[in-house]
């Protein structure tokens, strides 16, 4: 329902598989059907290119298949290390930072957040599932990064817990800086309420294929 989305969302751009809608005729969101598009022109990657991509290539990312079916990807050197310079000055991350982690080792977005703490001489704390939210108190993180769904558990925790006078920033140790969420959609309406309640939860956007590509 594109209507909806727009609603939802609050959209100026949105790219759509399907033709504008004439009750959005006068709608100011500029809506781009993709299928009416011409294709660009496939020019064959030169061999040169291809040897200079593979000599740059640092490791193997497994994606989950959001774009298709789950499939192996090589990452470049130069690719990471652009990214993660990036988040380093957006975020002026330094030696007195401290990331939290505990989703799978093997996870891309979080290894990217290591490579810059390991960068500038951040702590890297580690927890696991079982031991996430009480070890929030134990180490004090500064930022992390985790999907939408842990983001619900940390409000409805916080809902239960806000009548004895804590604050959602005090539940995850009274020093984050920001939080990034990623890996799938969230409801906007989370991020609103984390920001009301003065913590920063932004929302990373990209591919595996591509690294990210901005967090907002």
Same mark, same amino acid.
């Given at each position: 329902? @594109?209507?909806? !989305?727009?609603?939802?969302?609050?959209?100026?751009?949105?790219?759509?598989?399907? $033709?504008?809608?004439?009750?959005?005729?006068?709608?100011?969101?500029?809506?781009?059907?993709?299928?009416?598009?011409?294709?660009?022109?496939? +020019?064959?990657?030169?061999?040169?290119?291809?040897?200079?991509?593979?000599?740059?290539?640092?490791?193997? &990312?497994?994606?989950? #298949?959001? !774009?298709?079916?789950?499939? $192996? *990807?090589? /990452?470049?050197?130069?690719?990471?290390?652009?990214?993660?310079?990036?988040?380093?000055?957006?975020?002026?991350? &330094?030696?007195?930072?401290?990331?939290?982690?505990?989703?799978?080792?093997? =996870?891309?977005?979080?290894?990217?957040?290591?490579? $810059?703490?390991?960068? /500038?001489?951040?702590?890297?704390? &580690?927890?696991?599932?079982?031991?996430?939210?009480?070890?929030?108190? /134990?180490?004090?993180?500064?930022?992390? @990064?985790?999907?939408? /769904?842990?983001?619900?558990?940390?409000?409805?925790?916080?809902?239960?817990?806000?009548?004895? #006078?804590? +604050?959602?920033?005090?539940? *995850?140790?009274?020093?984050?800086?920001?939080?990034? @969420?990623?890996?799938?959609?969230?409801?906007?309406?989370?991020?609103?309420?984390?920001?009301? =309640?003065?913590?920063?939860?932004?929302? $990373?956007? #990209?591919?595996?294929? !591509?690294? @990210?590509?901005?967090? =907002?």
């Amino acid at each position: 329902d @594109v209507e909806a !989305t727009l609603a939802a969302y609050s959209l100026d751009l949105l790219f759509t598989d399907v $033709a504008r809608p004439e009750s959005l005729a006068g709608c100011h969101v500029k809506i781009q059907d993709i299928l009416s598009s011409s294709p660009p022109a496939f +020019t064959a990657r030169p061999e040169s290119r291809r040897q200079a991509l593979e000599a740059d290539a640092f490791s193997i &990312c497994f994606s989950s #298949g959001s !774009t298709g079916n789950p499939k $192996a *990807m090589v /990452v470049s050197r130069s690719g990471a290390e652009f990214i993660v310079d990036a988040f380093i000055s957006s975020y002026s991350l &330094c030696a007195q930072d401290c990331i939290y982690i505990f989703l799978p080792l093997n =996870n891309f977005q979080q290894r990217l957040l290591v490579y $810059a703490s390991l960068l /500038v001489g951040a702590s890297i704390a &580690c927890t696991t599932s079982k031991y996430l939210f009480s070890d929030f108190n /134990v180490f004090r993180p500064s930022f992390f @990064v985790a999907p939408p /769904v842990l983001f619900k558990s940390i409000l409805n925790l916080y809902s239960l817990q806000k009548s004895a #006078g804590g +604050t959602l920033a005090g539940m *995850m140790g009274d020093r984050i800086r920001f939080i990034l @969420v990623g890996m799938a959609p969230i409801e906007p309406h989370v991020i609103r309420e984390f920001h009301d =309640n003065g913590v920063m939860l932004l929302e $990373a956007y #990209g591919l595996s294929e !591509t690294g @990210v590509i901005a967090w =907002n």
